[in-house]
């Protein structure tokens, strides 16, 4: 399996003026406008996890050193299974974005195997145990035409089980662009030159997080684009998106009037995603790796963003959002909550279809990044 750096998928710039400068966390939040004050005290945000381990001496240091915070409490369960010894990269940034957002809540990360029959094991669990998790944050997928079918059947009846306890499911849209494979891939390569779309994202139940880059000058934020760096060889990755070959839109996109249609041949009508986007560029996010310290991000680094911000919009609002897609869209629709991302695309390159921004919902960055002032407003 990738992360959405890896059982997964990573995209070109249509604006020079992107911004190549690191942000904490913390920083990045703020230019969302998510209040210091709020800390997500009472939270329990479950990292489901189909890499390595993390080294919990490497988080201290991080959070005390670099962001100068006290380090969150992140508890452990290891699920049946061999599980991995991969990168750690995802585990390492998902704790890190999340503590930093919500660095009162309960972080519980689930060790699973790296593998497609683990993922409704693991939401299962994050759903239902002792914990009673809030959020959960799956910063890992792959293309639909990967999957087989009783893979997919089983996390159907997964995520079902966590809408029906009240939990939100935010899950990464990809870092391939609207093909959902890696440059070069060896492992997943794109099998047709075709549009696909990631999942658990492009489930109907799960809250689809797609990726923007900042753009400014002088270190300064003036805005945001759509995320694709595709052109840089080694560093190049642009966010998943487009229409789903599983699922039919669901209803809060057809009362919504979204009116996507594929960009392969056929212009099939299905499930639009993303549904939310927030920086992503491999750039944006200053984290710690083990004893190493540099750039971050992929759409695996806005989805602990948004999950994080959802554990923050339940102390707030005194609830649990769970399924709040259809109330996530109304509020969207009547312009509330979200920066419109109106620049860019998603092709990977010129060899397949893709997506462009445009001005409200669109199939590379959904409705667009968080205000979330405003968006407190819209779901009141």
């Known amino acids: 399996m990738n992360s959405s750096n890896v059982f997964f998928g990573r995209h070109r710039s249509p604006v020079p003026s992107e911004l190549t400068t690191t942000f904490t966390p913390v920083q990045i939040a703020r230019y969302y406008g998510i209040p210091a004050n709020l800390k ?17 001496d490497s ?7 670099t962001l100068g915070m006290k380090p969150p409490n992140v508890i452990v369960e290891e699920l049946p299974g061999q599980l991995s010894n991969g990168s750690p990269v995802e585990v390492y940034m998902d704790i890190e974005i999340v503590g930093a957002i919500a660095p009162a809540a309960q972080i519980v990360v689930y060790r699973a195997p790296n593998a497609p029959a683990s993922f409704a094991q693991a939401i299962t669990a994050a759903a239902t145990d002792k914990h009673n998790n809030s959020v959960i944050s799956i910063s890992w997928g792959m293309s639909e035409a990967y999957w087989e ?7 159907d009846k997964a995520l079902a089980l966590a809408k029906k306890n009240k939990v939100t499911v935010c899950a990464a849209t990809g870092d391939g662009g609207s093909s959902d494979y890696m440059l070069g891939s060896r492992a997943f390569p794109n099998p047709d030159e075709k549009a696909h779309v990631n999942f658990p994202a492009s489930h109907p139940f799960v809250l689809a997080c797609g990726g923007t880059e900042f753009v ?32 039919a839109p669901p209803s809060y996109q057809t009362t919504a009037k ?25 750039s944006s996010y200053d984290i710690r790796v083990g004893d190493q310290e540099g750039p971050g991000g992929g759409t695996s680094a806005a989805t602990p963003l948004w999950a994080a911000m959802i554990a923050l919009l339940n102390q707030k609002l005194k609830t649990r959002l769970g399924f709040f897609n259809p109330l996530l869209y109304k509020t969207a629709r009547s312009q509330q909550g979200f920066n419109d991302i109106t620049v860019g695309n998603n092709q990977p390159s010129a060899n397949y279809p893709g997506y462009t921004a445009k001005v409200g919902f669109d199939a ?6 968080p205000k979330f002032k405003a968006l407190v407003q819209g779901l009141t």
């Open 216 to 247: 400014g000058e002088h270190n300064k934020i003036e805005g945001e684009q759509v995320w694709n760096n595709s052109d840089r060889p080694l560093s190049g990755g642009a966010t998943g998106g487009g229409v789903s070959n599983l699922y």
């Open 364 to 369: 590379c960055t959904g409705w667009g990044s």
């Open 40 to 56: 997500g005290k009472g939270q329990s945000i479950a990292i489901l996890d189909f890499g390595a381990s993390f080294d919990q």
């Open 149 to 155: 079918s009783a893979d997919i059947e089983a996390v």
């Open 59 to 65: 988080i201290n240091t991080y959070f005390e050193n």
């Open 258 to 282: 979204i009116n996507i249609r594929s960009a392969n041949k056929g212009a099939r009508k299905g499930r639009v995603l993303p549904d939310v986007s927030a920086v992503a560029a491999f």
